[in-house]
């Protein structure tokens, strides 16, 4: 799913492309699931279902994580 083991350039169409970035760099940088929920303030179940792909996850949670992990979002038009 991430090229190269990269996070660089990652299109995400599904939750399922989104929670596999956000387990791969969780996993990229050494914390296990319960210490990432912990210091992002989110439950490890939370974690847990936004990395398989659940597609009713809590955005500012989501975001949440994402910041944890060194990661940011962005909206970009289709061309």
Do not use: C, H, W, Y
Not at 21 to 26: G, K, T
């Amino acid at each position: 799913m991430i090229p190269n083991g990269k996070i660089m350039d990652v299109l995400i169409k599904t939750p399922e492309d989104l929670g596999g970035v956000i387990r791969e760099r969780r996993k990229k940088v050494k914390l296990t699931q319960k210490k990432a929920a912990a210091l992002a303030g989110v439950g490890v179940r939370f974690l847990s279902e936004l990395e398989r792909g659940k597609p009713t996850a809590q955005i500012g949670k989501t975001l949440k994580v994402a910041q944890l992990l060194g990661l940011e979002l962005r909206i970009n038009e289709r061309r």
